[in-house]
T-cell receptor
Framework: GQQVMQIPQYQHVQEGEDFTTYCNSS?????IQWYKQRPGGHPVFLIQ?????EVKKQKRLTFQFGEAKKNSSLHITATQTTDVGTYFC???????????FGAGTILRVKS | SQTIHQWPATLVQPVGSPLSLECTVE??????LYWYRQAAGRGLQLLFY??????ISSEVPQNLSASRPQDRQFILSSKKLLLSDSGFYLC??????????FGEGSWLTVV
């Protein structure tokens, strides 16, 4: 079945270091979405990428969608303690009104 | 604007007892509705989704059921809880754009 794989599973960085999480789909995606879940909270939508090769920025966060529309990345520049949480990527299933979520990357930031 | 309400926020239930989690969405009509479960430190598992009143699709065989008695109401139930039913339950909604908006979640501990 359709799968979305996300790596790494876990990353612990020093405050100020950069962080990247990668997402790979087994199928071509019409779009890819990123969500952030703070510890103890619920996932919150961050952004959606639609176009092949698209790059979007939100302050220190940079999101990329691959040329083949099968992979994506989220890069955080100069991490801060407020960045801690789990980052999920998700892509729509080929059929039906559902998203396939990656397993998530847990980010911890040491101050 | 659209809002989603989910309750109760936390509950501790004995093994074999029934369960009812409720979710309502405001500010939109005919949303797609979802129930997800998240084990501690793990990813998002889709349990049920619904595209309309009385229309429920189950993603995994389990001890749970879902119902949608009204357009913007989604209920997760169990007749007899198991220890393995413990987790963080998230209700969510979407429209045709696929972006999913999550409720604040319900922490269930089965003892």
């Amino acid at each position: 079945g359709q799968q979305v794989m996300q790596i790494p599973q876990y990353q612990h960085v020093q405050e100020g270091e950069d962080f990247t999480t990668y997402c790979n789909s087994s199928t071509t995606l019409s779009n890819i979405q990123w969500y952030k879940q703070r510890p103890g909270g619920h996932p919150v939508f961050l952004i959606q990428l639609v176009k092949s090769g698209e790059v979007k920025k939100q302050k220190r966060l940079t999101f990329q969608f691959g040329e083949a529309k099968k992979n994506s990345s989220l890069h955080i520049t100069a991490t801060q303690t407020t960045d801690v949480g789990t980052y999920f990527c998700a892509g729509p299933m080929e059929y039906g009104n559902k998203l396939v979520f990656g397993a998530g990357t847990i980010l911890r930031v040491k101050s | 604007s659209q809002t989603i309400h989910q309750w109760p926020a936390t509950l501790v239930q004995p093994v074999g007892s029934p369960l009812s989690l409720e979710c309502t969405v405001e500010g939109t009509s005919n949303p797609n509705l979802y129930w997800y479960r998240q084990a501690a430190g793990r990813g998002l598992q889709l349990l049920f989704y619904s595209v309309g009143i009385g229309q429920i699709s189950s993603e995994v065989p389990q001890n749970l059921s879902a119902s949608r008695p009204q357009d913007r109401q989604f209920i997760l139930s169990s007749k007899k809880l198991l220890l393995s039913d413990s987790g963080f339950y998230l209700c969510a909604w979407s429209t045709s754009g696929n972006t999913i908006y999550f409720g604040e979640g319900s922490w269930l501990t089965v003892v």
